[in-house]
C-alpha cells in the first residue's frame, strides 16, 4: 500500500477519508490547515477508503493532557475493506519513525473499552504493540501510551478530564471541527432541542487553550447531562431524542476493529442496543433453562462482539449455506473478475462480481486516477455484463453511495429499484437492475 502525506499544498484537491466529499469536509479541512504548522501530520493511503492516521505534537493537541514532548495521535481509523492487510501497523510504524526523529519520549493515545470505545482506540491492540495505560479518567476513557525513551514520565490527564462534569442543568455539549461529521450532526442537534423544549448549550471549542482546559477527556463531541459526562459519541438528532427520554446513553455494539486495525475517533457502524432488555433476555433464558434436567442440558447465552472474527463469521456462513442448498433451487456462485493491469501487473481498474443464476452481481467498481474520464468504467461494465450474459444470465444488480455517482449507472440502462436514506448518516445508497436480454 502506498500512502500520501496530506499537507497544506494539497489538502484542497485531496480527501481525507473520514469525509470524502460535500460540505461535512469543509470545516475538517480549515481545521487541518490551521495544525499543520502547529506540526500535525497526516497521512492516508493511497486507495480511497477508511485508512489514515493523524497526529500532532502534544504541546498543540486539543486534549486536556499533560505530556510535553510526546505525539498524541487524534484519530488512527482503518475500516471498511481496509481491514485485516495490516495498514494499522504502516501508519502506526510511520508515527514512531516520526516521534524518533523527532527525539519525542513518544506516543499517546486515547482508549476504551465496551461500550464507551466509540471513536477509540482498543486497548488491546495498543496492549498488543507494546502501549501501557497511562491513566484513567473517571468516565472509563484511558489514556495509553507508548515510550521510546528509558525512564520518560507517562502523560497524564489534567484534572478537569481527569473527573469530568460541568456545573449546568440540563445537556451540555462541548465540541470542535475536528471530527467533520459534527459539521452536520450539531446543528439538527440544537434544532430538534429547541422544537422539543429540550435545554441544551453548545460551546464550540475553536482554540486549543479551550480545549486543553475542556471538562472532557474527548474534545471533539462531549456531551453532558445535568453535570455528568454521558458520551463523546456523536448524536443524531433521533438518537438525541431518544436521549433525552430514556436519560441513559444507548448501549452500542460497534464495528471497531480489533488486531491489526484499530480506528480512532471514528464514527462508523454502530448499532443501537438496548442493554436492559437484552440483559432481561438473557435472564430469562437462564431462568428457562433451569425448569428441568432436559433444559439444563441446553443453557443459551447471548455473545455480542466488535472483533470481526473469521471463525464466528464462516461458522455462521456454512450453518446459512447448508440450510439454503437444502431449500433453494440447485444454482452456483461464479466469481466473476475483471481487471486491467500495467506491465508489472499493478492494478490500474477492475470490476469485480459474481454471477449467481439469472443474474450478474457486480460488488466493486475501480478506476484509478489516471485512467479516469476515459471510458474506462464502461468498457469493464460492458464487459463484464458481455461475460455474464455468456454465462446465462439475464439481469444485473449492483448497489453504489451518492458519492460515486449514480448516473454512472443509469446511463448504461440501470434502474433504481430502492433507496437507502441517510446512510450511513447523510449520504444515500442505491440499489439498481438492468436487464440484460
Known amino acids: 500500500m502506498n500512502y500520501i502525506h496530506i499537507t497544506k499544498e494539497n489538502i484542497d484537491k485531496e480527501h481525507i477519508c473520514c469525509a470524502m466529499s460535500g460540505k461535512q469536509s469543509l470545516a475538517k479541512k480549515e481545521w487541518l490547515k490551521q495544525r499543520f504548522d502547529e506540526g500535525l501530520v497526516f ?43 495490516g495498514y494499522s501497523n504502516d501508519l502506526l510504524s510511520a508515527c514512531i519513525r516520526d516521534a524518533g526523529t523527532q527525539k519525542k519520549k513518544g506516543i499517546c493515545i486515547l482508549s476504551a473499552e465496551g461500550r464507551k470505545r466509540e471513536f477509540l482506540a482498543d486497548p488491546k491492540y495498543l496492549a498488543y504493540k507494546g502501549f501501557m495505560t497511562a491513566d484513567i479518567s473517571d468516565c472509563g476513557i484511558s489514556l495509553m501510551y507508548l515510550p521510546l525513551v528509558p525512564d520518560a514520565e507517562p502523560p497524564k490527564f489534567r484534572e478537569c478530564a481527569k473527573h469530568p462534569g460541568v456545573t449546568e442543568d440540563g445537556f451540555v455539549l462541548y465540541y470542535t471541527d475536528q471530527c467533520p461529521f459534527t459539521y452536520y450532526w450539531v446543528p439538527r442537534v440544537q434544532e430538534v432541542a429547541k422544537e422539543h423544549g ?52 444507548p448501549e452500542v455494539a460497534s464495528d471497531r476493529v480489533t ?150 449507472y443509469e446511463k448504461h440502462g440501470y434502474r433504481e429499484v430502492f433507496t437507502l436514506e441517510e446512510y450511513p448518516y447523510t449520504g444515500k445508497r442505491h440499489y439498481y437492475t438492468k436487464e440484460l436480454l
Request: hydrophobic share 35%.
Open 43 to 85: 497521512y492516508r493511503s493511497e486507495e480511497r477508503g477508511k485508512c489514515f492516521i493523524e497526529y500532532i505534537p502534544t504541546e498543540n493537541a486539543w486534549v486536556p493532557i499533560e505530556a510535553d514532548g510526546w505525539l498524541y495521535i487524534n484519530c488512527l481509523w482503518i475500516a471498511g475493506s481496509m481491514k485485516g492487510h
Open 198 to 249: 429540550i435545554p441544551l448549550k453548545v460551546i464550540h471549542i475553536t482554540d486549543r487553550e479551550t480545549a486543553q482546559n475542556a471538562p472532557a477527556p474527548v474534545t471533539t463531541y462531549a456531551l453532558f447531562r445535568d453535570g455528568k459526562f454521558l458520551t463523546q459519541s456523536i448524536q443524531s438528532d433521533k438518537k438525541f431524542l431518544a436521549l433525552a427520554e430514556c436519560g441513559i446513553e
Open 259 to 408: 488486531g491489526c486495525s484499530i480506528p480512532v475517533n471514528s464514527v462508523s457502524g454502530s448499532v443501537p442496543i438496548r442493554a436492559p432488555s437484552m440483559r432481561n433476555a438473557l435472564h430469562q433464558d437462564r431462568q428457562a433453562s433451569t425448569t428441568t434436567g432436559r433444559e439444563r442440558s441446553r443453557i443459551m447465552n447471548f455473545r455480542i462482539t466488535d472483533d470481526g472474527n473469521d471463525r464466528d463469521i464462516n461458522e455462521i456462513h456454512e450453518m446459512l449455506r447448508e440450510y439454503n442448498l437444502r431449500h433453494r433451487e440447485a444454482s452456483e456462485n461464479v466469481p466473476l473478475g475483471i481487471f486491467l493491469e500495467d506491465e508489472n501487473g499493478k492494478k490500474l481498474a477492475g470490476l469485480t462480481g459474481e454471477t449467481f443464476g439469472n443474474w450478474l452481481c457486480i460488488r466493486f467498481l475501480f478506476v484509478g486516477e489516471p485512467l479516469r474520464g476515459r471510458g474506462m468504467g464502461s468498457k469493464l461494465l460492458t464487459a463484464a455484463e458481455s461475460e455474464a450474459q455468456r454465462r446465462g444470465c439475464k439481469y444485473a444488480f449492483v448497489d453504489t453511495f451518492s458519492f460515486q455517482a449514480p448516473a454512472f
